[in-house]
């Protein structure tokens, strides 16, 4: 009997999973259906060259057929329109095998050619493209040389590290197509666009993959993105069905869908993201003498940043989903993240004692320094973002008790921007970096004491410290290195170098939160940008 | 006195009596953290819990009432005074002075303030201390907030220009001055305080919009403004009803403004 039983529940079993099995072929085999999510600002072009804002960089990703692919779940380099590539070993030249039999979504064929086009658009000067910058390595003609309809090397002035990582972003154009603006070797291919409310693309019907089983790519028919800035608008929308994901979740945002729909949220832990404050060091700053020598002593940036809780801010403000951060890379970068960096030790009485031994002392409850000048100093972040409003409260406080007064001031982010880089007329900022690139050479903009963006103290004719000179040193030497442990060292002391001085003070690693109804199948939210459509071929959408 | 404005009163008085001591109902202050017990529910130690940052939220409560209470209503108070003066002189003395206020009114009402706000917050130094910041926030209310009550004042003190009493005593030879003063502005006074309580609750949520462009109260002082902010996003009104303590007190003190100010624009009628 029992025996019986067990033999018919066994069966009934074999069969559910049967029925099942076959019904979740037949879902991957007919695919189709409509994915709809939100861009949060409306894309600036669809120029894949010109580039250069999230919503742009998610259509490029989307629409755009790129010789090589950065796998976001591997942070692995896969092959993609070329089959294989091979890079000189004087780092100058790359050369690709392409794929054959392979049309743009007009119908045009894709060949050498394509990709040759591609590169001298790229490295127009007279395009600004933020994508050819990466490529410029030193002047002079970049020569793209046709071997064959299927072979093309590609030959800079100056050797380019990371050379082949870099064409993860480039989107290959038609030469021969009539319509070129629209003529893509991505999945998908733009249909509609209505400015303001939404971008419609289709599927590409000469897209080349094919998945396993010989079915073609990508499943999902189409993909509606509603341009929608307003986070609460786009909660709405998800929690009623009618978005398939929320590709970047704030914390808050994250813990009221998780306490109603747990399975629907996912936690891809720290991402490359990174919340920092710095003091501004510019010497022709429009603030006190006596403040830019505190915000110039490393010692007193050593302080502020000891007496910081950086726990609290991971724990309050993000209620657990970031990490404190331990330097300007975030261990999420398995490979460039020096693993030799400490986590900074939150220690206010330390703190109090290294202020101590650069002449300042406490009065009444209030830090002055040697010449009597009372350690007061305003902190400003952009209005509306409230976890960096939130950061700056809990910061406030903590310095409060080594006897640090500060100011909170939240400003529109234009007022922002124009006092950090135009007028230099504030004291401290929040704000944080968002990296796409995995390689530091996508920071160079950032490191060079040269540079527009070394935000504490930018575009420096000569380094104005030892240490600035050093990095400029060591991140020239890896940017014009092939030899990739050479790299590795010269930025692992970047890194150090960064931590030691503490221009920047990183403050956490923002978690990669996301959300995924459960209508869309398929998806797996990775760290690296675009975290939940990454394997967007891939996805597909069932009824709800 | 009816019973409403009884209550009203007592309910004013109360609310002021309780903000009033709020050095000695929450001793630890507005901007202690309990950074253990984050957005926590009401408890004996905490009575209306915390917010996200673990600061108790009837501290926040009691002293965001008192920095509202009090400049709120001078703001409104400060609106309603250029208004009568602008729209009621305006609409009284008619004409091309009807025309030249109208026009600068409509030209204030078309500038784009928000961008002007933005301009004046740029002025201002960074390093102020949170009281001078929300006092310059209520200020800067009151000197733009005069436009709306001012077309209203202007197109009544007209109206009153051309009434029979008004006739009347011109026909008797009392002077202009006078005219004004002692026969059309009593006439508008209860425009004027329909315009003063109408504005009170419009520049305590203004305050908390101000707070988008870096306008609002500076951290860490409280004001009804920031905590209605706390609002934002509330997925459900029975989940945290403690939440909604600020929102309950300003409905309760405008409504008690507009009892006392109904009550006593019968007895000038």
Known sequence: MSNAMTRTCRRAIAVAVLCLGSLSGRAVAQGGGELRFCLRMEPKTFDPLKVEDEASAAIRYLTGGVLLRVNRQTQELEPELAHSWKVSKDGRTITFSLRSGISFSDGTPFSAQDVAYTIRQLMDPALHSATGDAFRSATGNVEAKVISPTQISITFPAPVSGLDRLFDQVAILSEHSPRKEVAVLGPFMLADYKPGASVLLQRNPNYWKSDEQGHRLPYLDSIRLDIQANRDVEMLHFKRGELGLINSLDSEYFDKLETTSPQLVHDAGPSLDSEQLWFNEVAKAPIPAYKKNWFRSANFRRAISEAINREDLSRVVYHGHAQPALGPFSPANKFWFNDKLKPQAYSPDAASKALQNDGFHLQNGALKDKDGNEVVFSIITNAGSKTRERMAVLIQEDLQKIGVHVNVVTLDFPSLIERMTQSFDYEAIILGLTNVDLDPNGEMNVWLSSSENHQWNPQQKVPETAWEAEIDRLMRAQASSTDLKQRKEAFDRVQEIVVEEEPFIFLINKNALSAVSATVHGAAPVILSPQTFWNVERLTVSAK | MN???????????????????????????????????????????????????????????????????????????????????????????????????????????????????????????????????????????????????????????????????????????????????????????????????????????????????????????????????????????????????????????????????????????
């Open chain 2, 3 to 269: 019973l409403w404005r009884k209550l009203a009163c007592a309910l004013l008085a109360a609310i002021l009596c309780v903000s009033a001591a709020a050095n000695w109902l929450a001793p630890a202050g507005y901007a202690k953290q309990y950074r253990e017990a984050t957005d926590a529910p009401p408890s004996r130690t905490h009575w209306l819990g915390t917010d996200e940052i673990g600061r108790d939220r009837f501290a926040r409560v009691l002293y965001g009432t008192r920095i509202s209470l009090l400049l709120a209503p001078a703001a409104a108070l400060l609106s309603t005074l250029m208004a009568a003066l602008i729209g009621g002189l305006a609409g009284y003395l008619g004409g091309i002075w009807a025309r030249v206020a109208m026009a600068v009114t409509d030209l204030f009402l078309s500038l784009p303030w928000l961008f002007l706000l933005i301009t004046a917050r740029a002025l201002m130094p960074l390093n102020v201390s949170p009281l001078f910041s929300v006092t310059v926030t209520f200020l800067l209310l009151g000197l733009l907030g005069w436009t709306t009550a001012a077309r209203v004042l202007c197109a009544t003190a007209g109206s009153l220009r051309s009434a029979d009493f008004v006739r009347q005593a011109r026909a008797a030879g009392v002077s202009r001055q006078r005219l004004f003063w002692i026969h059309v502005m009593p006439n508008l006074k209860p425009v004027l305080y329909a315009q003063f309580w109408i504005s009170i609750p419009v520049f305590i949520l203004s305050e908390a919009n101000l707070g988008i462009l870096g306008l609002g109260v500076a951290e860490p002082l409280p004001s009804w403004g920031s905590l209605l902010k706390e609002l934002e996003g509330l997925v459900s009104v029975g989940d945290e009803p403690w939440k909604f303590v600020p929102l309950i007190l300003l409905v309760l003190a405008v409504m008690s403004f507009q009892f006392l100010l109904s009550g006593q624009e019968q007895v000038t009628a």
